[in-house]
């Protein structure tokens, strides 16, 4: 819920995407069943009704109004053809000994066909016939190195990263594109931070300065590496 809202509220607006770094197979399967609920609950609240199995838990029966007028001016600054036709997929390399409805999410031509649609914008369409519809990208492993979508702004890590792969994954989001692009974001649920002064240490001065001027609190990193 609270990743969704901070997408639609804070990135989408721009046409933007996002990844979700998942800490197992499992929880990435969890992810992709809350992202689609939200997505569902986002199309009533816009184009239908609302039930109340739709609110969340804590809004009181006389509060559903409010909550309603409120969810709805923030749907009001979006293209409602993005909300109406978004998609999340998981991109993870399962095997045969892990559970079916895991297994579904490995299949190469399908992973293709949805990495292919999250690197399009919104409104683009490949000549193999992809659309862009593919708004997050839910990974485990994959897709944390190395990959390339300038069109990612926003990485939700909920998984610990350690030395380079840890500046591997964060700087994902970095990567130039639309000039409504100032900078990516990286929101982190486990706590990484410090973790991230330990992998500089293996770069050189140069380098060490170039991550740090992508962050955003920078103070404490600066005097440890000093």
């Given at each position: ?136 990208l839910i990974v485990v492993n994959m897709l944390t190195v190395g990959f390339d979508a300038p069109i990612e702004q926003v990485m939700y890590l909920d998984k610990i990263a350690v030395m380079h792969n840890l500046l591997q994954t964060i700087t994902r989001v970095n990567r130039p594109g639309s000039p409504a692009k100032a900078n990516g974001f990286v929101v982190d649920y486990v706590g990484v931070g410090h973790h991230i002064l330990e ?28």
């Open positions: 819920h609270d990743m969704f809202r901070h997408y639609i509220s804070e990135i989408l607006p721009n046409g933007f995407k996002a990844q979700v770094v998942a800490y197992s197979l499992e929880a990435a399967h969890r992810y992709k069943q809350a992202f689609d609920r939200e997505i569902t609950t986002a199309q009533k609240a816009l184009f239908g009704e609302m039930t109340d199995a739709d609110y969340p838990l804590d809004i009181a029966a006389e509060g559903k109004e409010i909550y309603l007028s409120e969810f709805r001016k923030l749907l009001d600054n979006l293209n409602p053809d993005w909300i109406k036709n978004l998609k999340v997929e998981v991109i993870i390399s399962a095997t045969n000994n892990d559970r079916p409805y895991l297994q579904q999410y490995s299949n190469p031509t399908k992973q293709k066909k949805d990495i292919e649609s999250f690197k399009l914008n919104f409104d683009g369409k490949a000549d193999d016939g992809i659309t862009g519809e593919v708004g997050i992998a500089l240490k293996h770069y050189d001065e140069k380098e060490q300065k170039d991550v740090i001027s992508s962050l955003k609190d920078t103070g404490a990193l600066e005097l440890e590496l000093k």
